[in-house]
């Protein structure tokens, strides 16, 4: 049974640090990883999407790894601002149109 | 339309009674997802559909829940004799291969909450 984990589960910083937020697997047999963002009583936003056969996506001040063989993503945040501050979840999908299993997320919170 | 839209935003329930969720997909995508979210963020997925045939059912509760997707008509979740476990935050979402991608779409969700 595919287990997602995600680390830490909450982190609070100041402004303009870069951080690293953490995505476990347990099955590497994936064919696609999401990472999205969630503010508090809203739903959810996409942020990136990794295929199973990419290294990495960059959007921005965000950019997302996959180490697919070692079950492990990251999601990699520069210079961090207060509006960064939001729940961030990653999901892993087993096939094209498959549900996507969720970790419990990390909560993030930057301060000025 | 270009959004994923639920409705109604939120919705309260006695014990027992019965909730109605709605969902209309982006415009283009032939496949729905309805997920459940519980405390501390925990997902659950519920059901998808492919147009309006399901595609996957494996975590909807035999009991009580029924889901539709028909022509023409915004998909539905359907909780018959609520339950106070069922207070959570429902969640649709909707795909539809493009670019490589299968991305999903998520809506703003609905809050049910059973008293």
């Known amino acids: 049974k595919q287990e997602v984990t995600q680390i830490p589960a909450a982190l609070s910083v100041p402004e303009g640090e870069n951080l690293v937020l953490n995505c476990s697997f347990t099955?590497?047999?994936?064919?696609?990883l999401q990472w999205f963002r969630q503010d508090p009583g809203k739903g959810l936003t996409s942020l990136l999407l990794?295929?199973?056969?990419?290294r990495e996506q960059t959007s921005g001040r965000l950019n997302a790894s996959l180490d697919k063989s070692s079950g492990r993503s990251t999601l990699y945040i520069a210079a961090s601002q207060p509006g960064d501050s939001a729940t961030y979840l990653c999901?892993?999908?087993?096939?094209?149109?498959?549900?996507?299993?969720f970790g419990a997320g990390t909560r993030l919170a930057v301060h000025p | 339309g270009e959004e994923v839209a639920q409705t109604p935003k939120h919705l309260v329930r006695g014990e027992g009674q019965k909730a109605k969720l709605y969902c209309a997909p982006i415009?283009?995508?032939?496949?729905v997802f309805w997920y459940q979210q519980v405390l501390k963020n925990e997902f659950k997925f519920l059901i998808s559909?492919?147009?309006?045939?399901?595609?996957?059912e494996t975590g909807m509760p035999k009991e009580r829940f029924s889901a539709k997707c028909l022509p023409n008509s915004p998909c539905s979740l359907e909780i018959q004799a609520t339950k106070l476990e069922d207070s959570a935050v429902y969640f649709c979402?909707?795909?539809?291969?493009?670019?490589?991608?299968?991305?999903?779409?998520f809506g703003p969700g609905t809050r049910l909450t059973v008293t």
């Open positions: 979402a909707s795909s539809q291969y493009s670019s490589g991608d299968y991305e999903q779409y």
């Open positions: 099955d590497s047999a994936i064919y696609n």
């Open positions: 990794i295929q199973s056969s990419q």
């Open positions: 999901a892993v999908s087993l096939g094209g149109y498959n549900k996507l299993i």
């Open positions: 415009k283009g995508h032939s496949y």
């Open positions: 559909f492919q147009n309006e045939n399901v595609f996957d």
